[in-house]
């Protein structure tokens, strides 16, 4: 059903099969991967028939939104958004296309796979049998007199090299990359093989993300942690406040505690000062640190809010960040 090749089962190999359920279009992506016992089967469910979410429903929280729907407006640079996979990267800038998507602004994106269909948009798959590969999609993109370009993501440095070009000839690029957090999206674009110089003058902003699970509203109940909270980012002050939860289970969450998955962001914007410093070093602690001056937000201090706020729990919390 995945098109693989059934005979060959020493090679990892990938595929996805289209599966209608009732009234819903469901995406399988299968990937194997042969083992001493077998094969290895991973198959990961993508549900097309609900929309792409809009930026206030992936858990921005209102100045986060409020800076992003501000850099979606941009003339040209480049928007990164990192994070493993499955942290919701796509879904993120999917939700700002829809956001900015007019009949006037011409949007082209090369992925690998399209994800969801978007109206009004022009999307590439990448298809690597026939040598249509990002960089060369790339290139015949910008002959397309697009306004925004979507990279689904920079693997190498020819990719990045095109995106930067882009970025610099007038152009809004939105693209994702696997870094921890924002600071080492600057590191490993260096290490790809882009100049900082280049990065400094291209790059406009980094959003780290991850998917941390919602609380169940029939089950959830309010506790008092035991343990110390100030090495976490939780003050006593705050606890006062506000009501803390945790996961406890029912039928309609299937007994986990949990339904649902909502982003936390770490939105590094690049203004002058952190520019300045990219071209003197590309070491992430000191370009992380000199953001912290200038009041960004981590992953772990978004994942605290959405704790007081009681949608999430301070083990979700733990589990996908890092300090």
Same mark, same amino acid.
């Given at each position: 059903?995945? *098109?693989?090749?059934?005979?060959? /089962?020493?090679?990892?190999?990938?595929?996805?099969?289209?599966?209608?359920? =009732?009234?819903?279009? %469901?995406?399988?992506?299968?990937?194997?991967?042969?083992?001493?016992?077998?094969?290895?089967? %991973?198959?990961?469910?993508?549900? /097309?028939?609900?929309? &792409?979410? $809009?930026?206030? +429903? %992936?858990?921005?929280?209102?100045?986060?939104?409020?800076?992003? $729907?501000?850099?979606? @407006?941009?003339? $040209?640079?480049?928007?990164?958004?990192?994070?493993?996979?499955?942290?919701?990267?796509?879904?993120?800038?999917?939700?700002? #296309?829809?956001?900015?998507?007019?009949?006037?602004?011409?949007?082209?994106?090369?992925?690998?796979?399209? +994800?969801?269909?978007?109206?009004?948009?022009? @999307?590439?798959?990448?298809?690597? *049998?026939?040598?249509?590969?990002?960089?060369?999609? #790339?290139?015949?993109?910008?002959?397309?007199?697009?306004?925004?370009?979507?990279? =689904?993501?920079?693997?190498?440095?020819?990719?990045?090299?095109?995106?930067?070009?882009?970025?610099?000839?007038?152009? #809004?690029?939105?693209?994702?990359?696997?870094?921890?957090? !924002?600071? !080492?999206?600057?590191?490993?674009?260096?290490?790809?093989?882009? +100049?900082?110089?280049?990065?400094?003058?291209?790059?406009? &902003?980094?959003?780290?993300?991850?998917?941390?699970?919602?609380?169940?509203?029939?089950?959830?109940?309010?506790?008092?942690?035991?343990?110390?909270?100030?090495?976490?980012?939780?003050?006593?002050?705050?606890?006062?406040?506000?009501?803390?939860?945790?996961?406890?289970?029912?039928?309609?969450?299937?007994?986990?505690?949990?339904?649902?998955?909502?982003?936390?962001?770490?939105?590094?914007?690049?203004?002058?000062?952190? /520019?300045? #410093?990219?071209?003197?070093?590309?070491?992430?602690?000191?370009?992380?640190?000199?953001?912290?001056?200038?009041?960004?937000?981590?992953?772990?201090? !978004?994942?605290?809010?959405?704790?007081? &706020? =009681?949608?999430?729990?301070?083990?979700?919390?733990?589990? %996908?960040? @890092? @300090?």
């Amino acid at each position: 059903m995945a *098109k693989l090749n059934i005979a060959e /089962k020493r090679l990892p190999q990938d595929g996805r099969i289209e599966v209608k359920l =009732g009234t819903q279009n %469901v995406d399988v992506r299968v990937s194997t991967l042969p083992t001493t016992f077998g094969e290895r089967v %991973v198959m990961r469910l993508l549900n /097309k028939s609900e929309e &792409a979410l $809009n930026l206030r +429903e %992936v858990g921005l929280p209102p100045d986060g939104l409020e800076l992003l $729907n501000h850099l979606a @407006q941009l003339p $040209n640079g480049i928007i990164l958004v990192t994070g493993p996979t499955g942290s919701g990267k796509t879904t993120t800038l999917y939700s700002v #296309l829809a956001a900015i998507n007019k009949p006037d602004i011409n949007i082209i994106t090369i992925e690998d796979p399209v +994800e969801y269909q978007l109206k009004g948009i022009s @999307q590439i798959q990448v298809n690597p *049998k026939i040598d249509l590969t990002f960089a060369r999609g #790339l290139r015949a993109i910008v002959r397309q007199d697009p306004d925004v370009i979507l990279i =689904g993501e920079i693997r190498d440095q020819e990719t990045a090299t095109i995106a930067v070009q882009s970025a610099l000839t007038g152009h #809004l690029v939105f693209s994702t990359l696997h870094t921890n957090d !924002s600071a !080492s999206a600057i590191t490993r674009l260096v290490d790809i093989g882009v +100049e900082p110089f280049l990065i400094s003058s291209s790059v406009v &902003a980094v959003i780290a993300q991850r998917l941390v699970r919602v609380l169940c509203d029939h089950c959830k109940e309010a506790y008092t942690p035991g343990v110390i909270l100030e090495g976490i980012g939780i003050t006593r002050d705050q606890l006062e406040n506000h009501t803390i939860y945790q996961a406890k289970g029912c039928e309609k969450c299937f007994h986990t505690g949990y339904r649902g998955r909502v982003g936390i962001f770490e939105i590094m914007h690049l203004n002058e000062d952190l /520019k300045s #410093l990219i071209l003197k070093t590309y070491d992430a602690t000191q370009i992380k640190q000199a953001a912290l001056q200038r009041h960004m937000k981590t992953l772990r201090q !978004s994942g605290i809010e959405k704790v007081l &706020a =009681g949608t999430t729990t301070i083990e979700e919390v733990l589990r %996908v960040t @890092q @300090q």
